[in-house]
């Protein structure tokens, strides 16, 4: 795979999604080991959130498969 589509979008690299994906992923864990947030921050809930927003925002484009035909 060489390409992502975002939902609604264009087609990204590969690394340019994994890269936003990580970057997403990575600034919740940093503001949790930093301890910022509002108190008492369900840190749970917002990495689902995170992770359902991921999911709903790229997809894989479907190909013809050549097995099939």
């Not at 890269?19 to 992923?25: D, F, L, N, R």
């Not at 864990?29 to 927003?53: I, N, Q």
């Not at 709903?56 to 190909?63: A, D, G, K, N």
Request: charged share 10%; net charge negative; no cysteine.
């Amino acid at each position: 795979m060489t390409a992502v589509q975002p939902a609604g979008g264009q087609l990204a690299p590969v690394d340019i999604v994994a890269a936003a994906i990580w970057g997403q992923v990575h600034g919740l864990v940093s503001l949790e080991l930093a301890h910022v947030g509002p108190p008492g921050m369900d840190w749970a809930a917002a990495y689902d959130t995170a992770l359902e927003a991921i999911t709903r925002s790229w997809t894989i484009p479907v190909t013809s498969n050549p097995a099939t035909g």
